[in-house]
Each structure stands twice: as C-alpha cells, then as structure tokens.
Nanobody
Framework: QVQLVESGGGLVQAGGSVRLSCAAS????????LGWFRQAPGKEREFVAG????????YYADSVKGRFTISRDNAKNTVYLQMNSLKPEDTAVYYC?????????????????????WGQGTQVTVSS
C-alpha cells in the first residue's frame, strides 16, 4: 500500500499557475502508475492526468490537455501536477492516487475504482 499526501493548492487568478505535489511513502512507489483526479462541489470525481511507473508515459483528460503537466521523481517519491492557464472551471479538490495494478499504462485508466490509494486532497480555487 502507498500512502499519499498532497500539497500546493490555494487561491489563484484565472490565467495563473499552480504546482501540486504528492509525496508518497511505501517501498513500492516506483512500481505503480499514479493519477491526479479532481472533484468540484456537487460533481463526481474526474480523472485529470496519469503517469506510468517510470514517468515516460502520460495521459490527460481533454479538458486539461496542453495546460497541465504531470511528472514524477521516483528518487523523491513524489508526483507533481503543473497547472498553467488556469480557468475558474478548474476549481476543485485535487487528489493524487496510486493505481491498483503494478506497471499499469495510464492511458484509459480514468476510472477512480482503478486506484486503491488516495491522498486527502488539496483545494485549488481559481478566481475570475
């Protein structure tokens, strides 16, 4: 099992940038794909971005493609989400999650049920 703790959220103006971090503990961190999800009030949790275990394969939701970048540093047991050109509709609680399946390819793994370790979430609020 991987334990995850997000940080880096806050209030930002539309058009601005924020970088989220997710620190992991657990010896198997480097064996698992990781994902970022978000949940806005009254909405279901939705996939944002995923990255494979070595960081060479990434996958994005259409709504964030070209604006967000996911990366990971296995030496630091950390995954990042760089968010640029933020829009008010990006406002949500952002969660990082570890895939259930070791060595999974992130493409298509957009269902939250595919992930079995979750952080507590960090709020990102984008003002217009």
């Amino acid at each position: 099992q991987v334990q995850l703790v997000e940080s880096g959220g806050g209030l930002v103006q539309a058009g601005g940038s924020v970088r989220l971090s997710c620190a992991a503990s657990g010896r198997t961190f480097s064996s698992y794909a990781l994902g970022w999800f978000r949940q806005a009030p009254g909405k279901e949790r939705e996939f944002v971005a995923g990255i494979n275990w070595v960081g060479r394969s990434t996958y994005y939701a259409d709504s964030v493609k070209g604006r967000f970048t996911i990366s990971r540093d296995n030496a630091k047991n950390t995954v990042y989400l760089q968010m640029n050109s933020l829009k008010p509709e990006d406002t949500a609680v952002y969660y990082c999650a570890a895939d259930r399946q070791a060595f999974a390819v992130p493409a298509g793994r957009t269902d939250p049920s595919m992930y079995n370790s979750w952080g507590q979430g960090t709020q990102v609020t984008v003002s217009s």
